[in-house]
Structure formats: C-alpha cells, structure tokens
C-alpha cells in the first residue's frame, strides 16, 4: 500500500529520509563486513589458545606452555595501540577508507601465515618466534581498523542516531568470535580428533584468506567519508594529527578521560565476558573444548542483539548512564556467576553410578632404559546426573618403584575432560549470556561516545589511541594474568583459588566506573560537523 502524503514537503523529506538510510546501510555493510572478519582472523589465535599450546612451545610443562600462547595472545593486544598511532596518523592525513583497506590485508596474509607456520618439534624455538612477530602484525592491523571503521560509519550517521548506527559495528567484534567457534566446531566435527590435531587446526587460520579477498573487492570500491573528503577539499586536515592529539594540553586531557573513565573499564569486562569465561570452562572446569565452544556460540549469537538497542538506547538517554550500569553490575556479579560455574559440574559433590568407572593401565618399556616404564592410566567416571569425566595420568616407574622428584614421587601428567549433562549445559550457557550482556551495555555505545569527543580532523587518531589501550592492554592482558592469579591461587591453597582471576577485572572496573561516574558528562557531546551531514551530499558510498 503506497504511502500518503498531506504536502509536497512531507513527500521530499520521506524520500531523503529513505535515501539516507539506504546510503547508511550501504556504508554499515562495507565497513562492517571487512571489520568482521578482522576480528574473527583476531581472535581465531584465542579460540584455539589450547590447541596452539601444544603445537608452538615444548610440551613437558602444559601449564607453562598455555601461559605462553595467552602472552603470545596479549602481544597482539599490547602493540594495537601502536597499530593505532600509526593508521590513526595516516587515516587523519590520507584518509579513512584506504587506511583500513591496508589493515585489512596485512590482517588476512598474517592470519592465513599463521597456519603454516611448522610445529615446535619441526623447527624448535623457531615456531613461537615466527608466530609472535605474525601476532605483533595482527596487533598492529587490528590497531588501525576500528577506529576507521567507527570513524567512517559515525561520519555518515544522522546526528540523533549515531549510538543506533555505530552499534552495527560493535557487533562485529562478538560475530567475529562467534564465527572463529563456528568455523573450529564444523572444523572439529568433520574430521578424526587425530586429523584436527595433526593439521585440521589449521583450517580456520586458511580460510581467512577467501573471507579477506571478498572483502577487499567490497572496501575497494567504497567512496571517502564526505565529511573527510570535504575537509580535504578545503584544507582543513591535519597536518601533524599526532602533535594535534596528544600535544594539546585540552585535546589530551579527553584522550585521558575516554581511556580512564570508559575504555579500560569496558576493555576488561569485553575480555572477561567473551574470552576468560572460555578459557574458565576449558582449563579450570575441564569441560571438553568441543562443548565450551557450543555454549559460547550459542550465548554469544543470542545476546549479539543487545548491542544494537544499547546503542539504540545512548541516542535516548545517553552514552554514560548504560556504560557506567553495564560496569556496576559486572562488578557486583562476577564472583557469584563464576562460582556458579564452577560448582556445576563439581566432580567431588556428585555420585558415580553403579558399574559407571572404568579403569584401564598400559605399560610400555623405554627402548633406551630397560628398567623404566612408561604407565599411562585411563579413567572413565560415569556420574548419575549425566555427567561423565575421561582423566589420563602418565608417570614413569622404574625398577626401584616411581621416579623421584625433589624427594617425592613424579606428580603425573594428567589430561582431563569432562562432558557436562543437558541441565548444566543451559545453566552455563545462561550464566555466560549474563556475562555478554554486561559486554553490550559497555561496548554498545562506547563507539558514538569515541567518536563525539574528538574534531574531525584528528578524531581517527585521537579515539583510535584511548580505545586500543583500554582493550589491547587492560583488557589484552587478562586472559594471560587471570589465569596466573589462578594458578598462583591454586599453589597457595586458598579455598576458593578458582576465583581469584577475577580479582583483575574487578578493581580494573571499579576504577573506571568512579572515575566515569565523576569525570563524565551525561549528555551526549555533539559532533562540530553534524550539520555538515545534512549539506554533504553523501550518494553512492559504495560504487
């Protein structure tokens, strides 16, 4: 049914109206699409942190060898605010859409590297060398594509809807982890546990490279930013963005005041939420990888809504008060969500069935030292709730009775994987749903609040800066240091060892959430050049 107009006026502003949303998604399209797959060529490395453990550092120390692959992970996150000085300077000289085309491409060859480079015991120390310098580079792509991506799309956006518009782009970084888990779980699920341990793992790493091409061909041929190509036509760029940016004594003190007052805070609770809720469930709760990938899949396709009505919400009420909220309640919540966790599938509370453990020992003599033997012990527990729990242990025993270390007889190494039932399976993927919607209250609208701080001509650095060292470093570190405050915790025996990872987002967001709640303002700073977005003529985005 065609719509009816009471005046000629009513009819032109519906048509610009329409005009306006088609040219916007266009730009949501193309930015989205390449940032996506960015972030899913990011965070691939952190889906399979434990598979690359054992494929990149020696395998005689596991937990040394984990904790290698997640500083491994946060080096890519420490030098993105590198990657953004240097793409931000560029973006703000050269421009948005050229500057993210070369991050695209230096993301998609250093992920698809990545999964050919030789294991460990092929070329030793080598492995994790060339593999961190192809992390460094992901890092430093990464550090230049966001705050373009934000940038650009917040450039386009009508002043009363940028929290709304911006939001799109946030979901690319969750899509872009929930893609990663879907691309390992087919992965996984089409080839032997032996094929993908041998070389299936490389796969996702390899099918970067098609989603980047496709990618490329879309960014190729997107137009500038108006407001920049403007401000370029009248010389009004940047000559030096950063002596602009971080010389200014007033422009600093904004830097500052995102980073401190939002982006750490958020950084961390991103991180805890997506990332160490995974690895919780993976090496703390020894739930098999197959499954914790399932349930974050699951809660993260869900919840990936809710950045879109936050950042729907910021245009309504504000970019602070749902920031600051979504950082309270984490705080509040994280210690009883994870203790939650924990004791669902608490192997010590439930109860075997009958005739549900089963034992088998095999025995192998060293070729080397007749007298030694190699026993490795296999455990099948079958609980009465459904639960099952599969433990290997090997220790050598020599003639004389097991091998000694420092006096005492050789702590096994032991593997262990348990496959939660059908009710425990819902309880966690509803406490990890929990957790991401805290993400999508803090992360919604922080892209509209970035981008509302800065002037125009030194926005992609200025906001690239503060963003990439809230999440590259507060919140690139925590997997790697809450997993040691576990394993530190766990030494000392404290009773409730399992949560002491959590003390580092925590404080990290109590911090950010006082400084926020006293520091920011409430109501939204408008863009200088909103009114620019109604003269600009802004047709054809994407040619």
């Not at 550092?57 to 596991?62: E, G, H, L, R, Y």
């Amino acid at each position: 049914m065609a719509k009816k107009f009471k005046t000629q006026e009513e009819h032109d502003a519906y048509v610009a109206e329409r005009k306006k949303n088609k040219t916007i998604w266009g730009v949501i399209m193309a930015s989205s699409l390449g940032t996506l797959i960015e972030w899913y060529d990011f965070y691939i490395f952190g889906s399979l942190a434990v598979v690359l453990a054992t494929k990149f550092f020696p395998a005689d120390n596991p937990t040394a060898a984990f904790l290698s692959t997640l500083a491994t992970f946060a080096a890519g996150f420490v030098v993105r605010p590198f990657g953004a000085l240097f793409f931000g300077r560029l973006g703000d000289i050269i421009g948005r859409k050229y500057t993210f085309l070369v991050t695209l491409l230096i993301m998609g060859f250093s992920t698809f590297l990545i999964g050919c480079v030789p294991e460990y015991e092929t070329i030793g120390y080598a492995a994790p060398v060339l593999v961190l310098i192809l992390r460094l580079l992901q890092g430093l792509a990464l550090g230049g594509e966001y705050g373009g991506a934000a940038t650009y799309v917040a450039e386009y956006s009508q002043p009363n809807r940028r929290g709304y518009w911006t939001s799109w782009i946030q979901t690319t970084a969750t899509s872009g982890l929930f893609i990663s888990l879907i691309v390992i779980l087919v992965t996984k699920t089409s080839l032997s546990p032996e094929e993908f341990d041998s070389w299936g793992w490389r796969i996702p790493f390899w099918i970067s490279i098609l989603m980047v091409g496709v990618s490329y061909i879309i960014r190729r041929n997107m137009a500038e930013s108006p407001l920049f190509a403007k401000a370029k036509k009248e010389g009004k760029t940047s000559k030096n963005p950063l002596k602009e940016s971080f010389g200014n004594k007033f422009n600093f003190k904004f830097v500052l005041l995102a980073l401190f007052g939002a982006v750490m805070g958020q950084g961390v609770i991103w991180y805890t939420g997506q990332f160490y809720s995974m690895s919780f469930m993976q090496k703390v709760m020894n739930i098999e990888s197959a499954q914790v990938d399932t349930m974050m899949a699951l809660a993260l396709f869900v919840a990936t809504p809710l950045f879109v009505l936050f950042g729907w919400l910021s245009d309504k009420i504000g970019r602070k008060p749902i920031m600051m909220i979504g950082m309270l309640l984490a705080i509040i919540a994280y210690r009883p969500i994870y203790k939650a966790m924990y004791n669902s599938v608490k192997i010590e509370s439930k109860v075997v069935t009958k005739n549900g453990l089963t034992e088998k020992r095999t025995v192998k003599v060293h070729a080397k030292i007749p007298t030694d033997s190699l026993i490795t012990f296999h455990q099948e527990k079958v609980f009465t709730d459904g639960t099952v729990m599969k433990k290997d242990s090997i220790v050598h025993w020599a003639a004389a009775g097991p091998s000694m270390v420092n006096g005492k007889p050789e702590e096994p190494l032991i593997k262990q994987a348990i496959t939660v039932n059908p009710d425990t399976r819902w309880l966690l993927i509803v406490l990890v749903f929990i957790q991401v919607v805290f993400v999508t209250m803090v992360y919604g609208p922080i892209a509209a609040f970035l981008v509302e701080m800065f002037p125009l001509k030194i926005r992609y650095t200025s906001m690239s800066l503060p963003y990439h060292i809230g999440n590259g470093v507060f919140g690139g570190l925590l997997p790697a240091v809450a997993t040691y405050l576990v394993v530190s915790g766990k030494s000392a025996g404290h009773s409730e060892w399992y949560l002491e990872g959590l003390w580092y987002p925590i404080v990290v967001a109590a911090v950010c959430l006082v400084i926020g709640t006293l520091y920011l303002k409430t109501k939204n700073k408008s863009l200088e050049e909103d009114e620019l977005v109604e003269e600009t003529e802004v047709e054809n985005p994407v040619v």
